[in-house]
């Protein structure tokens, strides 16, 4: 336990994580939180701010407070998200192997404790990070857009049958930062580049929400909807984290949890076969 704390307190020491954590508000307020299907216009979280008044942002449910934050998980957010969070321990980790300063800490302890530290502080951090910049955003969003009590008529219905879950959902951004956390920290173990470290967890999730959507768009295609194509874009899904729905629950919390189990183990037993430790 002390090597994590020792290991977490120095990446959250690091520029990294006040990047991570301001590149996170900033892209929430890049993300579309509404399409006006009249102009064919789409709106950010700063357009709308701009372009809207606060009488018109009260008029429009999609503008409430509690919209714009459940739907501001995707988009620029959802998608640089391994980029990120990556920032917040693979600089640290990549200095530190270049100075040969790791093998000291491997020293005074064994590969195995070094390794698991090294792991869960960095993972953790990068949720960490992501959650801090969500509830940054979330609180800034309370202020400025209405929230539903200033909302009426037939749109305040629409609102109160919307379940909002703050901490729930500060919970799901938190797992999907640590989990696309991951495979950055998983190079860590093969690679000194941090460039590509954080970028190739990047392309591995541009791709499979390219693949998803195909699928998805194959399967309700189709003259029948497909249910089982259905289900592999539900298991396939790089956001699912994100958006997890009680028919799927199951599936998704399976798939994220043996892939990052399989992506530890592998860490694990790569840090274990270095034969230069630390370098």
């Not at 006040?18 to 890049?30: E, G, K, Q």
Request: glycine letters at 4%; one cysteine or more; a positive charge.
């Amino acid at each position: 336990m002390r090597n994590f704390f020792v290991s977490f307190r120095k990446n959250a020491a690091s520029p990294g994580f006040l990047l991570c954590v301001t590149m996170t508000v900033l892209l929430l307020f890049a993300a579309e939180v509404y399409y006006d299907f009249d102009t064919q216009t789409r709106y950010s979280v700063f357009r709308a701010l701009t372009d809207f008044t606060a009488e018109e942002r009260a008029a429009n449910y999609e503008l409430c407070s509690h919209m714009v934050v459940q739907n501001a998980r995707s988009g620029w957010f959802s998608l640089f998200a391994p980029i990120i969070a990556a920032f917040c321990f693979v600089p640290t980790i990549c200095s530190e192997r270049e100075e040969k300063a790791s093998r000291f800490q491997i020293f005074r302890t064994t590969k195995l404790n070094f390794g698991v530290s090294q792991f869960f502080s960095g993972v953790v951090s990068g949720g960490i990070a992501i959650a801090l910049g969500y509830i940054i955003f979330a609180v800034f969003v309370m202020i400025l857009f209405p929230n539903i009590n200033e909302i009426s008529g037939f749109s305040a219905e629409i609102l109160q049958e919307t379940a909002f879950n703050l901490p729930l959902l500060t919970l799901k951004v938190f797992l999907f930062g640590a989990f696309w956390s991951i495979p950055a920290m998983l190079l860590t173990s093969v690679l000194n580049n941090k460039y590509l470290i954080m970028c190739i967890p990047f392309f591995l999730k541009y791709g499979l929400k390219q693949l998803h959507q195909k699928i998805s768009q194959d399967a309700f295609s189709a003259v029948n909807t497909d249910k089982n194509a259905i289900a592999l874009a539900n298991a396939i899904n790089p956001d699912g984290i994100l958006w997890v729905y009680d028919e799927t629950r199951l599936v998704t919390w399976l798939v994220f949890g043996i892939s990052a189990a399989l992506m530890f183990a592998a860490f694990i037993i790569i840090n274990r076969k270095r034969v230069d430790c630390g370098a």
